[in-house]
């Protein structure tokens, strides 16, 4: 032990118990675990490993009937941001059309 020791040993971390007041220790999993309560329902949440697995999981993915809503409202979106750049770029529509 040096001359200097007393100012450069380092301080201990304190420790601190906490205990939260209602906490149920019956209860199911960790209170401070922090998960959320849609986890179950995503594909998303833990990837299959491997070719074979991604493919996998792409064809269930396709498999799964989706909101017919969100199809049209997706198309009607792509299909107003074509026109507008059609729009900007100046394009001649004429040329598909015989005269």
């Known amino acids: 032990m040096g001359m200097l020791s007393k100012f450069t ?5 304190k420790k601190f118990d906490y205990a939260p007041r209602y906490y149920d220790d019956k ?3 960790n209170p401070f675990k922090i ?10 949440l833990n990837p299959a490993r491997g070719l074979k697995g991604k493919f996998g999981s792409a064809m269930s993915d396709v498999k799964r ?35």
């Open 27 to 29: 209860g199911k999993g």
């Open 65 to 99: 009937q989706g909101d017919n809503n969100i199809k049209v409202r997706m198309a009607i979106i792509i299909a107003v941001l074509v026109l507008i750049v059609l729009y900007i770029i100046d394009f001649d529509i004429s040329i598909f059309f015989p005269k």
């Open 9 to 13: 040993r380092l301080k201990r971390s």
């Open 35 to 44: 998960e959320p309560k849609l986890d179950q329902f995503r594909s998303t």
